[in-house]
């Protein structure tokens, strides 16, 4: 799945995720955890005396292979408040990634975890990995070492774990499965015990295999004003270099009916913005015999007025049956017109050894349509350079496709071998032709400049970022283009008209005019940064009470102390 970081400059690009909901409700998770908790089978302490890092502490366990009659009572533990420690949550990866982050931070901020920035500061980290690319992994690998090296407690998800599980550097470490992330909280909790956790398994409805863990659960949003919702997981394709098939399976998708509901409590939180996503967007619903345009139409219904729907990545086989619906969905006033459709490579011997399933013809129709149907449609792309049967002449008709298009956003990724896919026992092409023929692509795509011709234009943008220099704030027109605007007051989550005053190859700059006063959308106040969505002030409030017996030893200790100060001091 391809990693869109280039689509919006702005802090939610971040790596760390601040906000989180609770994703255990009062009549699910007390019988699941408790259900699951003898499954857990402690090894037994080391009788070593030597000092050990809290890291060093942690026994495995491995939950696919554990004695139904093992009991962690059984095993004396070192106490400890649940509930109290602090973690730092680390996300790589795609949008699919950072709503799985976001559901396991509510989770744990809801129990009573504290989700931090400062990885100093925290009790264990918690590290969501993407496995589409080597350097991806690298990074990943790099922070449990640094981890390990700092005595940090781990927890580890995503797909490098799932789609590597015999990975040496994460053996010993907690591990969740990107379809187990409403488990979190136990994982975490048998963690700080000093046990290691492994939940890999699937979730199924029906015998079929199911979108992952339910989406009504809380969470905490990296933006409150933004929403993510995975559609489905996995994906129906067989591409010949992709390693993220090996981790989200086959293709699960939610019915249209939790989506939409998922979708109304986020307006209702004051969300101003609904992101889609999944390793597939154009495949949704084929397991379950819906289309991807029945669900659309359904969620346009409950878009409030002013907020919009942003689509994420679809691959062309598909898209192309629905290209009717999809041109009239896209030109939707509370539909972005844009659409992210990989073509991966611009030669159709090149596509077929990665067994993309549909020809440069298909793409070129896909986006010929599309263009000449939706007003200003924004198409973005993906490329790969040097895949191992790539040709000089295969690389010419990819030169040529984008020259043809000018594609505004173009993301290109250098061929990265993975191990357990077809294409990793290819001969590679050497490594300096591979960077020549990323460079000379990606030169091409700064020759060209997409937004020239909307200088001077008056165009209405909704605000929802802080640019990374924190100068601007980020909007968005209704093609998706990211405009950069000035801070000022009362603008952030509303529409506002601009001019451009001038454009970059990445975005526009627009000043506000003076005459137009920003248009709220008709949704509430957002929440707070750092609040849990789908928990009520209530039950917040029920979380902090006292028990009845605490207040009352308190009340006597007290009593039993002013008694004695006062007998003394007659």
Request: hydrophobic content about 35%.
């Amino acid at each position: 799945m391809p990693v869109s970081h280039e689509l919006t400059r702005s802090t939610c690009d971040n790596d760390v995720l601040e906000d989180i909901e609770d994703i255990i409700s009062a009549n699910h998770s007390h019988e699941q955890r408790e259900g699951n908790r003898p499954l857990i089978i402690p090894r037994p302490r080391s009788k070593k005396t030597k000092t050990t890092t809290i890291a060093e502490k942690v026994k495995s366990i491995d939950l696919d292979y554990c004695d139904p009659e093992g009991s962690l009572a059984n095993e004396k533990r070192d106490s400890y408040v649940p509930g109290t420690q602090k973690i730092y949550v680390r996300t790589w990866g795609c949008s699919h990634n950072s709503s799985d982050s976001e559901y396991m931070a509510g989770q744990l901020a809801a129990y009573g975890y504290k989700i931090t920035e400062q990885k100093e500061e925290a009790d264990l980290w918690l590290l969501n990995s993407c496995t589409v690319k080597n350097p991806a992994e690298d990074h990943f690998r790099n922070a449990i070492k640094e981890a390990q090296s700092m005595g940090k407690l781990l927890v580890v998800a995503g797909c490098v774990p799932q789609g590597h599980q015999k990975a040496d550097y994460i053996q010993g470490l907690s591990v969740i499965g990107v379809q187990q992330i409403d488990r979190v909280v136990e994982v975490v909790e048998e963690t700080f015990k000093g046990n290691s956790v492994r939940l890999m398994g699937q979730k199924k409805s029906s015998g079929k295999k199911a979108g992952g863990a339910p989406l009504s659960l809380p969470k905490i949003r990296k933006n409150p004003l933004i929403e993510i919702i995975a559609i489905n997981t996995g994906c129906l394709n067989q591409c010949t270099y992709c390693k993220t098939k090996h981790a989200r399976g086959e293709l699960g998708s939610y019915r249209p009916e939790e989506i939409v509901e998922r979708a109304k409590q986020s307006f209702s939180e004051g969300v101003v913005e609904l992101w889609l996503t999944s390793e597939d967007l154009g495949a949704y619903g084929r397991d379950i015999g819906v289309t991807l345009p029945e669900l659309l139409w359904k969620l346009i219904e409950v878009v409030p007025q002013g907020a919009m729907i942003r689509l994420g990545m679809t691959n062309p086989p598909y898209i192309l049956e629905h290209l009717e619906e999809m041109s009239k969905i896209l030109s939707h006033p509370r539909v972005y017109s844009f659409l992210h459709v990989p073509v991966q490579s611009g030669s159709d011997s090149v596509l077929m050894d990665m067994r993309r399933e549909y020809c440069v013809a298909d793409f070129r129709h896909v986006v010929d349509y599309l263009r000449e149907r939706v007003p200003d449609v924004n198409i973005a792309t993906d490329l790969i350079c040097g895949f191992p049967t790539e040709t000089d002449q295969d690389f010419k008709e990819t030169m040529a496709l984008v020259e043809k298009y000018k594609f505004a956003s173009l993301f290109i990724n250098q061929f990265f071998p993975r191990p357990g896919t077809l294409a990793y026992k290819m001969q590679r092409i050497p490594a300096q032709e591979v960077k020549k023929r990323t460079k000379v692509v990606s030169e091409l795509f700064q020759s060209y400049h997409p937004y020239t011709h909307k200088l001077g234009l008056i165009q209405e943008v909704l605000v929802t970022e802080v640019s990374f220099d924190q100068q601007y704030f980020v909007a968005h027109n209704k093609s998706y283009d990211q405009v950069l605007v000035l801070k000022q007051d009362n603008i952030m989550g509303k529409i506002v008209k601009v001019e451009i005053f001038e454009t970059g190859k990445h975005f526009m700059k627009g000043k506000l005019l003076q005459d137009e006063t920003a248009e709220q959308p008709n949704v509430p106040h957002p929440l707070k940064k750092g609040q849990v969505s789908g928990v009520t002030l209530a039950s917040q409030e029920k979380k902090l009470q006292v028990p009845w017996f605490w207040l009352g030893s308190s009340l006597l200790g007290l009593a039993i102390l002013v008694r004695a100060y006062t007998r003394f001091n007659r």
